[in-house]
């Protein structure tokens, strides 16, 4: 039988981002990070009616020789992060660029790239579980 794994109950507000191209008449294109979204409430027909970009996590900072390690490979900030399951969430880590923004703020204080693969936890569908760093912006 195999151990429960649920996230704590005390939670932080994360939001993801991944670089898209987008076209402006007259402007032409620029890339943009623009907030993973998924539906929330559809109606009977399966039309979303509401979406949120705001997801509740564990979030955990490192401390002792893996942030000493951490610390050494250039990054300032690092911590393990474990949030329910969400399709969209865990295909963005696994094949884009995404950032993650802790406690929904889109400033370089707040702002972290992923540090290890996003472990779909126990192949269940009931965790996703990664790394994440901040790294000194220059």
Same mark, same amino acid.
């Given at each position: 039988?195999?151990?429960?794994?649920?996230?704590?109950?005390?939670?932080?507000?994360?939001?993801?981002?991944?670089?898209?191209?987008?076209?402006?008449?007259?402007?032409?294109?620029?890339? +943009?990070?623009?907030?993973?979204?998924?539906?929330?409430?559809?109606?009977?027909?399966?039309?979303?009616?509401?979406?949120?970009?705001?997801?509740?996590?564990?979030?955990?900072?490192?401390?002792?020789?893996?942030?000493?390690?951490?610390?050494?490979?250039?990054?300032?900030?690092?911590?393990?992060?474990?949030?329910?399951?969400?399709?969209?969430?865990?295909?963005?880590?696994?094949?884009?660029?995404?950032?993650?923004?802790?406690?929904?703020?889109?400033?370089?204080?707040?702002?972290?790239?992923?540090?290890?693969?996003?472990?779909?936890?126990?192949?269940?569908?009931?965790?996703?579980?990664? +790394?994440?760093?901040?790294?000194?912006?220059?």
């Amino acid at each position: 039988m195999a151990a429960q794994q649920t996230p704590r109950k005390r939670r932080t507000l994360v939001k993801f981002a991944i670089q898209k191209s987008v076209y402006t008449q007259g402007q032409g294109a620029s890339t +943009q990070w623009l907030t993973i979204q998924v539906p929330i409430v559809k109606d009977n027909d399966g039309n979303v009616i509401e979406q949120t970009d705001c997801f509740y996590c564990e979030w955990l900072g490192s401390y002792g020789t893996t942030a000493i390690e951490q610390q050494a490979n250039g990054a300032i900030d690092t911590a393990r992060v474990r949030l329910p399951y969400v399709a969209e969430i865990l295909e963005a880590l696994k094949t884009k660029d995404v950032k993650i923004y802790k406690n929904g703020k889109t400033d370089a204080q707040n702002t972290y790239q992923l540090n290890s693969s996003a472990d779909n936890y126990l192949e269940s569908n009931k965790m996703i579980e990664f +790394q994440v760093k901040r790294r000194e912006e220059k």
